[in-house]
């Protein structure tokens, strides 16, 4: 056990007598300080014993409740002063006794036989006893947990002995944030006040760690994997100096294991990944479709299929993906991952997760048997999304948004210049270009664009009709209403007008 103040006192070789503040013997002593100095705080790092002779004290009760507050302020564990002939001070002055005792100070006296030395060799001797007993233990509960990951219990094992050992609640979970295995806790409670930690970390991969206090106690989230992120370790109230050296040693056994299961996995991954392929076939029938999701655990009557450009090993990220995704349908075509998921699952997560800033594409909401329209979709968008920079979906592959994202801006002013210019020039005010806006929204109504602005029909009609004079378009033709409707939309976009840049 630590060293305290009430340990100290007992040391018969020391002779301490407690004068006052026995409410603080309790208090863990962890060096000796001897100081004359009247001003003491900042030099302490705390829980230190500070001794003085009394040889600068003040006989002013003010300067007492001064030095008290001082000991306070700099998180001292008790004061020591030394008395008896020959010394400064005969007795531990009255005063200084008051206000310690009211600070919850303790103040021992030392008999002038008893050097300073002696304390603090004692305190050294203490620590250096403790911190030995403390290695002798953690060495001990190194062995019982390495010997708990050796065995056939496994995940469990290891977790269990861990709690039986240190009394810290436990949770693994993988990657994806599902529960793996917990210990001293409710593993899922656990998860879920962990989450935003754990969202944290996993952005940093291996080498982030977090923490956090919380209703539930001090969080403290590790990520864990030797050459790849494969889950995450969740400790409760995990503060105590055993705790703190035995983390490191959790941590590689959990990340061995993981590792053991991702190796175990594989004969696995390569199965879902030939029913991949098998779903991806155009000879699929409903019925076959349909069995094979149901066999993974997939049973959406609606999926899409992902893809995504791997930069580094793209088996790696496969199985990751695997992982993340219900079902576990991936496989590697090249430099490509694909996969299937079902149309309810938030994508856009999982790649955030495990494929940050990679080319990402999601096909159309496909019923199982036209799986492979959908993989084609999503391949053919993963262009898109490298030169946009983001995931792309097929529900934008129609959008003008997803066409104009993808001209330069330059390109996109000129283009709406081009068509809407003349309009500028005639109304800078923006009358024109806003009726004009309203009634192709419209699809054309007289009624509904008069409605909108406020104007009566007969003021539209003049107003759609100078537009067609000034630009030589014609109102009723479906190519110049697509190509105002697209000047419009490249405004829209991010390419100001004129009148607006003034």
């Known amino acids: 056990m630590p060293l305290t103040v009430r340990d100290l006192l007992a040391i018969p070789s020391l002779r301490l007598r407690l004068v006052a503040g026995s409410t603080g013997l309790s208090r863990i002593v962890e060096a000796a300080h001897a100081t004359e100095n009247t001003r003491p705080a900042s030099w302490l790092e705390g829980a230190e014993v500070v001794m003085t002779s009394g040889l600068l004290l003040s006989a002013d009760e003010s300067d007492y409740a001064a030095y008290v507050e001082e000991l306070s302020a700099g998180k ?8 008896g002939p020959g010394l400064p001070l005969q007795t531990v002055p009255p005063a200084l006794s008051h206000h310690a005792e009211q600070a919850g100070m303790p103040v021992l006296a030392a008999p002038s036989g008893v050097a300073f030395a002696a304390i603090t060799k004692a305190v050294f001797a203490a620590r250096a006893s403790e911190e030995r007993r403390l290695l002798e233990k953690t060495l001990r509960t190194q062995r019982r947990l390495s010997s708990a990951a050796a065995s056939s219990d496994g995940l469990t094992g290891l977790l269990s002995s861990w709690f039986q050992a240190v009394r810290s609640g436990v949770a693994v979970c993988d990657a994806s944030g599902r529960l793996l295995g917990s210990a001293g806790t409710d593993g899922q409670e656990l998860l879920t006040n962990a989450a935003t930690v754990i969202e944290t970390v996993a952005l940093h991969g291996l080498r982030g760690s977090g923490g956090a206090d919380l209703p539930c106690g001090r969080l403290v989230v590790q990520p864990l994997g030797t050459t790849r992120l494969r889950g995450f370790l969740i400790l409760l109230n995990a503060d105590s100096p055993e705790v703190r050296l035995l983390i490191s040693v959790l941590v590689s056994l959990l990340s061995v294991e993981l590792e053991r299961r991702h190796l175990a996995d594989e004969p696995q991954r390569r199965h879902r990944a030939a029913l991949l392929a098998r779903l991806f076939q155009t000879d699929i029938t409903v019925e076959q479709a349909r069995a094979l999701l149901q066999s993974v655990g997939v049973p959406s009557s609606t999926i899409r299929a992902v ?19 219900p079902g576990g349908l991936a496989r590697v075509t090249g430099d490509r991952v694909e996969m299937v998921v079902s149309e309810n699952l938030d994508i856009s997560a999982v790649l955030r997760r495990f494929a940050p ?17 959908s993989v084609r979709q999503a391949i053919a968008l993963l262009s898109s999304s490298a030169e946009l920079g983001r995931p792309v979906s097929a529900s934008e592959a129609g959008s003008v948004r997803l066409l104009l994202s993808l001209g330069s801006p330059a390109t996109l002013a000129a283009f709406a210049d081009t068509v809407l210019a003349p309009i500028d020039t005639a109304d800078p005010a923006g009358e024109l270009i806003e009726t004009l806006r309203v009634w192709l929204e419209t699809n054309g109504s007289w009624a509904e664009t008069s409605s909108l602005l406020g104007l009566h029909r007969h003021t539209v009609q003049n107003r759609i009709e100078k537009v067609a004079r000034l630009t030589g378009r014609q109102q009723d033709r479906a190519e110049d209403r697509v190509d105002f409707w697209l000047a419009l939309a490249a405004r829209a976009a991010g390419t100001p007008s004129p009148h607006q840049q003034r």
């Open 76 to 83: 001292a564990a008790a004061l020591i002063v030394g008395v």
């Open 307 to 325: 893809a995504v450009l791997a930069a580094g090993d793209p088996v790696e990220l496969a199985a990751d993906l695997a992982l993340a995704v």
């Open 357 to 373: 800033g990679r080319p990402a594409s999601v096909g159309p909401a496909v019923a199982p048997q036209h799986a492979a329209l």
